[in-house]
C-alpha cells in the first residue's frame, strides 16, 4: 500500500504554463516508452510512485503509448488504481490523439470523430473521468484546423478534459490554432515539442510566439532519448532503448561523431558538478518560457539522478559558448 513522502514538494520548483493558472513541475515524466505491456509493471510502478514522491505531478502519455499502443495508459490505470488514486486532484495528466490507433479511415491524424472517439478509449483505459490536458498530437494537413480545435474545445466543454494543447505545430500553425481556441473561448494552454541540445528547433520562432501568445512550451526527449547521459559512454547496453527492436531511438543513431559530443559534453557537465542529464535538462529549462522538461526513464535511479538538476539551473557566458562549440563543431571522422 503506497503513501505518498510528506515531503513531496519540498525541492521541485513548478513554472507557470504561459499566462494560465496552471503550474507545472520543472520535471514531468513522460510514458513513451518503459510503460507498456512487454515492460514490468512492477518497475513502472516503482517509478510513477518515485517520481511523485519527488514532486513530479505531471504526467504525459498518449493514445499511442506502449507497446502495443494504448498499453502505457492501461499500465497508468493500473498504478493510479493501487496506487496514485487518493492523489488524483494533484496529478496533471495528458494524453493526446493523432497517431495511428485503429483501422480505418477513422483512427488517426485530427478528425473531430477520430479525437473525441480516442479520447473516450483514453479514458477507460486510464479509468479516469476526465484528462488534464489534451492534446492534438500532430496537425492534420488535409483537416480544417478549425475542426480539429473545436473538437479540443468540445473535450473542455463536455468535462473530458480540463485544458488542451497542441504538438509538433509549426510556428504558424500555433499562431492560428492558439486564434481558433482562443475565438472559442478554450484558451490553448501549451505546446508541446521536441527540444534538446541536439535539436534546437523551437528557437526558430516558437518561442517567440508562445511568450508573445502566453501559452506555455513543455520539451519532450530532453535528453535526446538517452544520448545526452552517460547510457552510451561505453558501448550499447543491452537493456538501453537503442538496443530496443521496437524503439524509435536506433542503434545506428549511436555514432562516433555523436559519442564525441557526448564525452565533450560530459567533460563541460562534470566541471559544473553535474552529471550530463542533469547539465542536459538544466541546458533545456535555461529559457523561462520552457514551462518544463518530459524525461522518460527506465529506471527508478534514473528519475533520482535527475530529479537534482534544479540544483544547478544557471549558466554562465561562457559556459553555453563552449557547449554551442561541442553542438556546431565539425563532424568527426571516425
Ligand atoms: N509529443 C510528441 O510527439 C512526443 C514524442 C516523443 C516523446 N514525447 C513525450 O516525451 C517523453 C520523454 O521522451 P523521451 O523518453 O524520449 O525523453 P528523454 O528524457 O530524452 O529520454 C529518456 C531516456 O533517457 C535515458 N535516461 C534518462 N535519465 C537518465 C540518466 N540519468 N542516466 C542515463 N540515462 C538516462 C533512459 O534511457 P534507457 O531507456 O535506455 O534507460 C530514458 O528512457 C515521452 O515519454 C513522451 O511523454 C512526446
Same mark, same amino acid.
Given at each position: 500500500?503506497?503513501?505518498?513522502?510528506?515531503?513531496?514538494?519540498?525541492?521541485?520548483?513548478?513554472?507557470?504554463?504561459?499566462?494560465?493558472?496552471?503550474?507545472?513541475?520543472?520535471?514531468?515524466?513522460?510514458?513513451?516508452?518503459?510503460?507498456?505491456?512487454?515492460?514490468?509493471?512492477?518497475?513502472?510502478?516503482?517509478?510513477?510512485?518515485?517520481?511523485?514522491?519527488?514532486?513530479?505531478?505531471?504526467?504525459?502519455?498518449?493514445?499511442?503509448?506502449?507497446?502495443?499502443?494504448?498499453?502505457?495508459?492501461?499500465?497508468?490505470?493500473?498504478?493510479?488504481?493501487?496506487?496514485?488514486?487518493?492523489?488524483?486532484?494533484?496529478?496533471?495528466?495528458?494524453?493526446?490523439?493523432?497517431?495511428?490507433?485503429?483501422?480505418?479511415?477513422?483512427?488517426?491524424?485530427?478528425?473531430?470523430?477520430?479525437?473525441?472517439?480516442?479520447?473516450?478509449?483514453?479514458?477507460?483505459?486510464?479509468?479516469?473521468?476526465?484528462?488534464?490536458?489534451?492534446?492534438?498530437?500532430?496537425?492534420?494537413?488535409?483537416?480544417?484546423?478549425?475542426?480539429?480545435?473545436?473538437?479540443?474545445?468540445?473535450?473542455?466543454?463536455?468535462?473530458?478534459?480540463?485544458?488542451?494543447?497542441?504538438?509538433?505545430?509549426?510556428?504558424?500553425?500555433?499562431?492560428?490554432?492558439?486564434?481558433?481556441?482562443?475565438?472559442?473561448?478554450?484558451?490553448?494552454?501549451?505546446?508541446?515539442?521536441?527540444?534538446?541540445?541536439?535539436?534546437?528547433?523551437?528557437?526558430?520562432?516558437?518561442?517567440?510566439?508562445?511568450?508573445?501568445?502566453?501559452?506555455?512550451?513543455?520539451?519532450?526527449?530532453?535528453?535526446?532519448?538517452?544520448?545526452?547521459?552517460?547510457?552510451?559512454?561505453?558501448?550499447?547496453?543491452?537493456?538501453?532503448?537503442?538496443?530496443?527492436?521496437?524503439?524509435?531511438?536506433?542503434?545506428?543513431?549511436?555514432?562516433?561523431?555523436?559519442?564525441?559530443?557526448?564525452?565533450?559534453?560530459?567533460?563541460? &557537465? @562534470?566541471?559544473? +558538478? *553535474?552529471?550530463?542529464?542533469?547539465? /542536459?535538462?538544466?541546458?533545456? %529549462? =535555461?529559457?523561462?518560457?520552457?514551462?518544463?522538461?518530459?524525461?522518460? &526513464? @527506465?529506471?527508478? +535511479? *534514473?528519475?533520482?539522478?535527475?530529479? /537534482?538538476?534544479?540544483?544547478? %539551473? =544557471?549558466?554562465?557566458?561562457?559556459?553555453?559558448?563552449?557547449?554551442?562549440?561541442?553542438?556546431?563543431?565539425?563532424?568527426?571522422?571516425?
Amino acid at each position: 500500500m503506497y503513501t505518498a513522502r510528506t515531503e513531496r514538494y519540498d525541492s521541485m520548483f513548478y513554472r507557470r504554463c504561459g499566462r494560465s493558472g496552471l503550474r507545472l513541475p520543472a520535471l514531468s515524466l513522460g510514458l513513451w516508452h518503459n510503460f507498456g505491456g512487454v515492460d514490468s509493471l512492477s518497475n513502472s510502478r516503482a517509478m510513477l510512485c518515485r517520481a511523485f514522491d519527488l514532486g513530479i505531478t505531471h504526467f504525459d502519455l498518449a493514445n499511442n503509448y506502449g507497446p502495443p499502443p494504448g498499453s502505457a495508459e492501461e499500465t497508468f490505470g493500473q498504478a493510479l488504481k493501487m496506487d496514485l488514486k487518493a492523489y488524483r486532484d494533484e496529478l496533471i495528466i495528458s494524453t493526446k490523439a493523432g497517431y495511428n490507433m485503429w483501422p480505418g479511415p477513422y483512427g488517426e491524424w485530427g478528425s473531430r470523430k477520430y479525437l473525441l472517439a480516442s479520447l473516450d478509449q483514453s479514458l477507460l483505459r486510464m479509468r479516469l473521468d476526465y484528462v488534464d490536458i489534451f492534446y492534438s498530437h500532430r496537425p492534420d494537413p488535409e483537416t480544417p484546423l478549425e475542426e480539429t480545435m473545436a473538437a479540443l474545445a468540445h473535450a473542455v466543454v463536455s468535462g473530458k478534459a480540463l485544458y488542451v494543447g497542441i504538438s509538433d505545430y509549426s510556428p504558424q500553425q500555433t499562431g492560428e490554432a492558439i486564434e481558433i481556441l482562443r475565438n472559442l473561448s478554450v484558451p490553448c494552454l501549451i505546446h508541446q515539442v521536441q527540444y534538446s541540445m541536439f535539436r534546437r528547433g523551437p528557437e526558430q520562432g516558437l518561442l517567440d510566439v508562445l511568450g508573445r501568445e502566453g501559452v506555455g512550451c513543455i520539451a519532450f526527449s530532453p535528453l535526446a532519448q538517452g544520448l545526452l547521459t552517460d547510457r552510451y559512454l561505453d558501448g550499447l547496453p543491452g537493456d538501453s532503448r537503442a538496443a530496443k527492436s521496437y524503439s524509435f531511438l536506433k542503434k545506428s543513431d549511436v555514432t562516433e561523431d555523436t559519442l564525441a559530443r557526448v564525452r565533450a559534453l560530459n567533460e563541460l &557537465a @562534470s566541471a559544473r +558538478g *553535474q552529471s550530463l542529464a542533469q547539465m /542536459a535538462l538544466a541546458w533545456t %529549462l =535555461r529559457d523561462s518560457r520552457m514551462t518544463s522538461v518530459i524525461i522518460g &526513464a @527506465s529506471k527508478v +535511479g *534514473q528519475i533520482d539522478q535527475n530529479i /537534482a538538476t534544479p540544483n544547478n %539551473l =544557471r549558466f554562465t557566458e561562457e559556459e553555453l559558448r563552449r557547449i554551442d562549440d561541442v553542438l556546431v563543431r565539425e563532424a568527426v571522422t571516425p
